[in-house]
């Protein structure tokens, strides 16, 4: 009996701290559709390359890097995934982004290198509402003989302009599509995301269930101060706090972050 509740709480732990990361991905989706383009990776200083390396014995080697094509206007154009192999370098996955003629960003190409050519391996199809926010977003595989749809995400807009609401579908033939789960979102007054709530679907429409929620805090400056992961209870609608993130924040900028687990228990 103890080592099954043992694992009942290591499932639990698992699964809250995939929850956790599945809502701060949503988190930094949301406030790149809120404060920038889709199609512009950073405003000023643009990132070329970005290497990632792993540290044997005494040195740093490296594993695999991101390298980045932009256009005049500094909307990215390329991007490339290489990895580390026993010849150096080499290729491996690449992305191509395509817009249209009010320069939005319609299609991003994921290819994968086959020693010989570039082969299709997923496309992401945006859409977008007549005041140009993104609307939805199609994923798909390459699988032969076509491209077969993976997931979609919708978004709401509340009055400001910001998103409200992100739906997940996920596919059940080429055509129809069943809800999964959906992200609400609230504000500050000045505009920061105060709470983001995840629900999931049981039953593929759209009936919802509370899952999880992070509450962010910020400082005077409105730099974010605390993040806290909740999990819902469903039996008596109560939230237990499991997880959260202090920053300290110095001369407007974060110098040091906490995490903390389980700290509504001690």
Same mark, same amino acid.
């Not at 798909?140 to 993976?150: A, C, E, H, K, N």
């Given at each position: 009996m103890?080592?099954?509740t043992i694992l009942l709480i290591t499932l639990a732990s698992v699964l809250s701290i995939f929850a956790n990361d599945q809502l701060r991905e949503v988190k930094t989706k949301i406030d790149q559709l809120n404060y920038k383009q889709l199609n512009i990776l950073a405003a000023e200083a643009r990132i070329l390359q970005q290497t990632n390396a792993v540290w044997r014995d005494t040195a740093w080697l490296p594993a695999n890097? *991101?390298? #980045?094509? &932009?256009?005049?206007?500094?909307?990215?154009?390329?991007?490339?995934e290489d990895a580390f192999g026993f010849a150096g370098w080499e290729d491996y996955k690449r992305w191509t982004n395509e817009y249209d003629q009010s320069d939005l960003l319609v299609n991003i190409i994921g290819e994968f290198d086959n020693i010989t050519q570039w082969d299709s391996l997923d496309l992401r199809?945006?859409?977008?509402?007549?005041?140009?926010?993104?609307?939805?977003?199609?994923r *798909?595989? #390459?699988? &032969?003989?076509?491209?077969?749809?993976?997931?979609r995400e919708i978004y709401e807009y509340n009055v400001e302009g910001r998103v409200s609401k992100q739906f997940l579908q996920q596919p059940i033939s080429q055509d129809e599509w069943y809800y999964t789960y959906l992200f609400e979102t609230t504000y500050t007054p000045s505009g920061q995301v105060s709470e983001l709530l995840s629900y999931v679907s049981d039953t593929g429409d759209s009936v919802?269930?509370?899952?999880?929620k992070l509450v962010y805090s910020y400082d005077q400056d409105d730099v974010e101060q605390e993040v806290v992961f909740t999990l819902y209870n469903v039996g008596d609608g109560s939230w237990t706090p499991f997880s959260r993130t202090i920053n300290t924040i110095t001369d407007g900028k974060i110098t040091e972050i906490k995490y903390q687990s389980e700290y509504g228990q001690g």
């Open positions: 103890k080592l099954f890097r *991101s390298r #980045y094509e &932009y256009l005049p206007d500094g909307s990215l154009k390329m991007e490339y199809v945006h859409t977008y509402y007549p005041d140009a926010k993104v609307k939805d977003i199609t *798909s595989v #390459y699988t &032969y003989p076509g491209w077969y749809p993976t997931q919802w269930t509370l899952s999880y």
